[in-house]
């Protein structure tokens, strides 16, 4: 399979030019929503603009990105055969009506209860009858697809084999690989593990987790970080790199915002950890870890070689500048 995908996540902020347009292959609209009846909203401010970025990019396919309206909209539609159905033909009737050419869905996460969505052990099974009605109702002219978490938790708790013969492809989230829920500074997008890393997660062990788990390389699409994480009181020891902090990393700035105040400005100085093949800023007390064109550059190469279908990111709006959706073009397709 070749190497084709170059996705972005648009948020209510994004800004979509007619030069983003005509680069990117795939639009995910962020968000529309489903509720625990079955049915569907969207309410995005791209949608007034779908013709005009079609007629700038006829091959575009636009994508309903959806996340649950109520916090168990998930399972509770997933877990009932009449409202999987009832769900399934909303799904359809509402791509049609909002002019979609397929449907994503963002469900954080089946069987996991800690991103404050409700969830049971019976969601492995129930989320793969979901995906089957659903690809039922909107037929293969319509594009189905999942954003998915990229660990072992998530592989552990969806059927990866059967789900992957419904799906077109995987968004594959390889960011917050280091997050809230770790207080030990690092990066939080790298391809790569570094050595002294207790947590030694990266793309590449999530793609090959993947692969492992029954996800043949066709289907899987590796995400890139056009925002930052960010550990503050951080010790000055080891360029603030894997030290221990008092809580976990939250988000940091957007990537243009970084590259005009933060990257080797104001005391903060550029780092690049050849091993994770990923860049980080420390100023003595805050370590902050992102994407850069370099970095994006090496996952690029990483996806071409190794055969998967593409890169995707979020989130737009993160780098209206455009240097990151620039080195992503360059790195698939020059």
Known sequence: MQTDILLAYATGRSVITP?????LTHLNIAFAKIDNQGGYSCDHPLHSRFGELRAQNPNLKIIASIIPAQPDAFTVCA???????????????????????????????????????AATAADKPNFTAFLSETRA???????????????????????????????????????????????????HTNLFSSTGDYFR???????????AYGAPKSKLVMGAAFYSRKWENVPDFNGGYLQLTPKGGGYGPGYAELAELYIDKGGYVRRWDDEAKAPYLFNGGTFI?????????????YVKSR????????????????????????????
């Not at 030069?19 to 680069?23: E, G, L, P, W, Y």
């Not at 969806?158 to 968004?171: C, E, M, R, T, Y």
């Not at 870890?289 to 190469?301: G, L, Q, T, V, W």
């Not at 279908?309 to 360059?330: I, N, Q, T, V």
């Open 19 to 23: 030069s983003d347009a005509k680069r």
């Open 79 to 117: 877990a009932d055969p009449e409202l999987r159905r009832k769900s399934a033909r909303n799904c359809a009737a509402f791509l049609n009506e909002y002019g979609f050419d397929g449907v994503d869905f963002d469900w954080e996460y089946p069987c996991v209860p800690s991103n404050g969505v």
């Open 137 to 187: 109702a909107i037929g293969h002219g319509k594009l189905l697809t999942i954003a998915a978490g990229a660990d072992a938790y998530y592989c552990e708790s969806v059927d990866i084999p059967a789900v992957s013969g419904i799906l077109d492809f995987i968004n594959l989230m390889t960011y917050d690989l280091k997050c809230g829920f770790h207080a030990l500074s690092g990066h």
């Open 201 to 211: 997660n990266s793309c590449d062990q999530a793609m090959r987790l993947f692969e």
């Open 289 to 301: 870890s992102y994407d850069d064109p370099e970095s994006i550059a090496r996952k690029c190469e």
């Open 307 to 334: 055969g998967y279908r593409g890169l995707f990111y979020w989130e737009h709006g993160s780098d209206p500048s455009g240097a990151l959706l620039d080195a992503c073009y360059k790195g698939l397709f020059d």
